[in-house]
């Protein structure tokens, strides 16, 4: 890893990188639920306003960062209950309703690991490692037993992660394709459905 490479707390001031890498970790999802209220190029700002806020587990207090010249990795994590107290009548219920099934399966009394990502060029340096650590010791010293991630079949590199700090897939969903129709920009189609992992 590089000696360049800082860790620290998420700031107010983050919240746009953070919407970027939580886009990137999210691996099509965000845009897929998200296409009716921005185009590509404003998600990021959307997501923003909302990590920017003090209050709710996509708040910039729930993640952690890494930091060379600007951020170059996230994670955002924080009790997998949470989920159930966010605002979801936004979003289009027919997207939220494919996705349903990673709800069913989730583990609500875990420590969620939300997000985490690290941009393209500083991947398989080590950035990953370190912020998982992170989560791992936030969900310790908050008293959980368990931490869990919701991790698309399809990316080996997060399995691969994950894996490596001791995660094993409890439940596999699966989760229908849902191309992009034409004139749309954005479609969701991974491979093998999502992975529930447990620590």
Known sequence: MSAEIVFRAAVPADAYALAELAILGGDGMYEFLLEELAPKEMLAGLMARSMKQDTGGFSWRHCFVAE???????????????????????????????????????????????????????????????????????????????????????????????????????????????PACPGEPWGLAHVGGSLLMVR
């Open 68 to 178: 060379d010249k600007g951020i170059i990795g996230m994670i955002n994590a924080f009790p997998a209950a949470w989920l159930r107290e966010e605002e979801r009548d936004i979003l289009p219920q027919d997207r939220v309703e494919i996705l349903d099934p990673i709800d069913q399966v989730q583990d609500w009394e875990s420590f969620l690991i939300n997000g985490v990502a690290v941009r393209p060029h500083y991947r398989r340096q080590g950035a990953g490692t370190h912020l998982l650590e992170w989560a791992i010791e936030q969900a310790k010293a908050s008293g959980f037993a368990r931490l869990s991630a919701n991790v698309w079949a399809d990316n080996v590199a997060a399995r691969a992660l994950f894996e490596s700090q001791g995660f094993a897939v409890r439940t596999r969903v699966e989760i229908p394709p849902h």
